[in-house]
Structure formats: structure tokens, C-alpha cells
């Protein structure tokens, strides 16, 4: 399984969790799990050689991604699961 196989379907399962989290009606915990998959799409798509011009942002979308879905995660493993 090569590794970028395996980003995208890491992004497809947080996806689809997230999905299922809005269909459950609960929409932090979906906003996490899309957050998430979001942030392993764009990581994805920095190591795509295509896209080598556009790296810089892509890199820093994926940062920027992942320093929310933690802080979201925080969030809701005190105020859901404390």
C-alpha cells in the first residue's frame, strides 16, 4: 500500500465518520472528524508533484488544519467526555 494511497483513505474514513456524525445530529464532533479528513487530503496533495509550486501553502493549510482539529479535540474530549 503506498503511503499516499493510504492519506487518502485515512481522509476518506474521517470523512465518513464526520458524515455519520451529522446524521447522528452531532455537529462538533462531525466538524472534528471533517477537520481531520480535510487535514490528511491537503497533506496528500503536498507531496504531489504536480502541485510542487503551490507546497508552501498547501504545507501550511495542513498546519493550520491540524492546530484546530487539536485544539477541537481538546474541546470536545472536556466538555463531551470529562
Known amino acids: 500500500m503506498s503511503s499516499k494511497f493510504r492519506q487518502y483513505a485515512f481522509a ?3 470523512i465518513a465518520v464526520g458524515i455519520f456524525q451529522l446524521v447522528k445530529r452531532d455537529p462538533v ?5 471533517l477537520l481531520a479528513g480535510s487535514a490528511f487530503i ?3 496533495l503536498a507531496g ?3 502541485l510542487v509550486k503551490y507546497k508552501k501553502i498547501l504545507v501550511t493549510i495542513t498546519w493550520v488544519l491540524m492546530a484546530v482539529v487539536g485544539i477541537l479535540f ?6 463531551k467526555y470529562l
Open 48 to 50: 504531489d508533484l504536480r
Open 42 to 44: 491537503f497533506n496528500a
Open 29 to 33: 464532533e462531525a466538524s472534528l472528524y
Open 12 to 14: 476518506f474514513i474521517f
Open 74 to 79: 481538546l474541546y470536545v474530549l472536556q466538555f
